[in-house]
């Protein structure tokens, strides 16, 4: 089993998610009482909040490459950024290492375009709505992502930073996005991406009006393909 190397912390809400996702997975598959190899960098979200308040992603990039850096010379076989807005610097983090970065929204798309979906709403903070390091990945991947309109993205922003990310899950809240999804739904979208990994914790993918798709959930099984690939194969072959 590789070990999974997670940069959590962004907040520790959705890292703990991240956390109980991988070793079930990992439990499911292996069965017993098996659990993943995993190392947890969880950084202090209040600095990296400042600097993406700032616009100071060329420091915040430089934080979490080194974060990287540390949980390869650990023995990470693979690195997670276990927040969707942080990839807007993944390419220069996975510059930096020499053991794969697992990127979000590749496997998202991934995801989407195994259900047969093309125009799926993102709900996200406002960074990963407005600057354009999704939607541009995500059309270069054959998808035309549609995000609520300046209003709306204000209210899903707000809920993510000043409710989820402090551990407050209010039914006022669910409403609100329910809200958004059906003046998304009434625009044409045909699925919805849960776009910030503490999303989860408000909305169920399985109970919306539209297909849904948990990143928290996808970037989590992703690792742990990568984690029990050799090993599941190797059991195969010996079968």
């Not at 950084?43 to 060329?58: H, P, R, S, Y």
């Not at 329910?178 to 989860?200: K, P």
């Amino acid at each position: 089993m590789e070990t999974i190397g997670l940069i959590g912390g962004m907040s520790f809400e959705s890292s703990a998610v991240y956390y109980r996702l991988v070793n079930e997975m990992v439990r499911d598959r292996k069965g017993g009482l098996a659990s993943a190899e995993l190392i947890l960098h969880s950084v202090n979200f209040e600095e990296i909040v400042t600097l993406q308040k700032a616009g100071d992603w060329d420091m915040a990039a430089r934080r979490l490459a080194d974060v990287a850096l540390r949980l390869q010379i650990a023995g990470a076989g693979c690195i997670l950024i276990c927040t969707n807005t942080m990839h807007l610097i993944a390419d220069k983090v996975a510059d930096k290492i020499s053991v794969p970065l697992i990127h979000i929204i590749d496997e998202t798309a991934k995801s989407l375009h195994a259900a047969g979906r093309k125009r799926p709403l993102l709900l996200a903070t406002r960074y990963t709505m407005e600057h354009g390091f999704y939607s541009n990945r995500m059309k270069s991947l054959g998808l035309d992502i549609m995000v609520p309109d300046a209003g709306d993205r204000t209210t899903v922003h707000d809920i993510i930073f000043n409710e989820l990310c402090a551990g407050k899950v209010l039914d006022s809240s669910r409403q609100k996005l329910f809200d958004v999804i059906a003046r998304a739904v009434e625009n044409g979208a045909d699925s919805i991406i849960l776009g910030c990994t503490e999303i989860c914790l408000i909305l169920d993918p399985d109970h919306l009006p539209l297909p849904g798709f948990d990143t928290t959930a996808i970037h989590a099984r992703a690792a742990v393909d990568f984690a029990l690939g050799a090993d599941e194969t190797a059991e195969e072959e010996a079968a």
